[in-house]
C-alpha cells in the first residue's frame, strides 16, 4: 500500500531497555522526520533525515538515535528507555523539506513502565 | 529560541458559528506556515498552508491570514461543521542559521469543539 506506515501502533517497554520504532515511505521523499506528540507540547521535533546517509537534530534529540540507509525507512531508537520517553511518536516525510507539505503516519503509542 | 505560540488551547462553538485560532513565532525568518489538522487516533494532516510573500490565502471554508510585521498568523473556520471538530496545530519553517536544512516549529495545538 502506498503512504508511511509506522510500526508498532502500541508498545510498552522497560525502563532501561532498547526499542526501535520502524517507519516506512512509500513516496520516495526525499525528507523524513520524527516528533513525539505530548499533552502541552504540540508536535516536538526529535530528528529530521534530509536524504539517505543525512540526519540532523531537532529541538529534543536526547536519548535518541537514528539512521537512514535507504530512503524508505527511517528507523528511531531509544537506547536505554526512560519514563519522560512516554508519548505518542510520529514520523513524516515530505518531498522537497519543511517549506511543503509533511505527511505523517499513524503515530505510535510507546508507554515506558 | 525558536518558538510558535498557539491560542486559545481549547475552542467551543456552535455548528454554524465562525472559529479563529491565532499563532505567533519569534523567528523572523521564518517563511512558510502550515496548518495542520488531527482527528482522533490519527496522524495530523495539512488543512492549508501560506507562504511569506502572501498576506491571506482562502479555501472554501477555511482561510488563513498572515501579519509578518507583527509575526502573527491566524486560521479562521467559517460556517463550522460537527466534522470540523478536531486538534488543529499552527506551525512555522524555520530557516538554519548555517547551513542544515529547514525546521518545522510546531504550536501546542487548540482542541476544536463544534457543537451540533
Not at chain 1, 499533552?39 to 538515535?65: C, F, M, N, Q, W
Not at chain 2, 502550515?34 to 482561510?63: C, F, M, T
Request: proline fraction near 4%.
Amino acid at each position: 500500500d502506498a503512504g508511511i506506515t509506522q510500526s508498532p501502533r502500541y508498545k510498552i517497554t522497560e525502563t532501561g531497555r532498547q526499542v526501535t520504532l520502524m517507519c516506512h515511505q512509500t513516496w520516495s521523499h526525499s525528507y523524513m522526520f520524527w516528533y513525539r506528540q505530548d499533552l502541552g507540547h504540540g508536535l516536538r521535533l526529535i530528528y529530521y533525515s534530509a536524504a539517505a546517509d543525512i540526519t540532523d537534530k531537532g529541538e529534543v534529540p536526547d536519548g535518541y538515535v537514528v539512521s537512514r540507509s535507504k530512503t524508505e525507512n527511517f528507523p528511531l531508537t531509544l537506547e536505554s528507555a526512560t519514563r519522560s520517553q512516554t508519548s505518542v511518536y510520529f514520523c513524516a516525510s515530505s518531498d522537497t523539506g519543511s517549506n511543503t507539505e509533511a505527511f505523517f503516519g499513524q503515530g505510535t503509542r510507546l508507554t515506558v513502565v | 529560541g525558536e518558538n510558535v505560540e498557539q491560542h486559545p488551547s481549547t475552542l467551543s462553538v456552535q455548528e454554524g458559528d465562525s472559529a479563529v485560532i491565532k499563532c505567533t513565532y519569534s523567528d523572523s525568518a521564518s517563511n512558510y506556515f502550515p496548518w495542520y489538522k488531527q482527528e482522533l487516533g490519527k496522524g495530523p494532516q495539512l488543512i492549508i498552508d501560506i507562504r511569506s510573500n502572501v498576506g491571506e490565502k482562502k479555501d472554501q471554508r477555511i482561510a488563513v491570514t498572515l501579519n509578518k510585521t507583527a509575526k502573527h498568523f491566524s486560521l479562521h473556520i467559517t460556517e463550522t461543521q460537527p466534522e470540523d471538530s478536531a486538534v488543529y496545530f499552527c506551525a512555522a519553517s524555520i530557516p538554519p542559521r548555517s547551513g542544515g536544512y529547514n525546521k518545522l516549529i510546531f504550536g501546542a495545538g487548540t482542541r476544536l469543539a463544534v457543537h451540533p
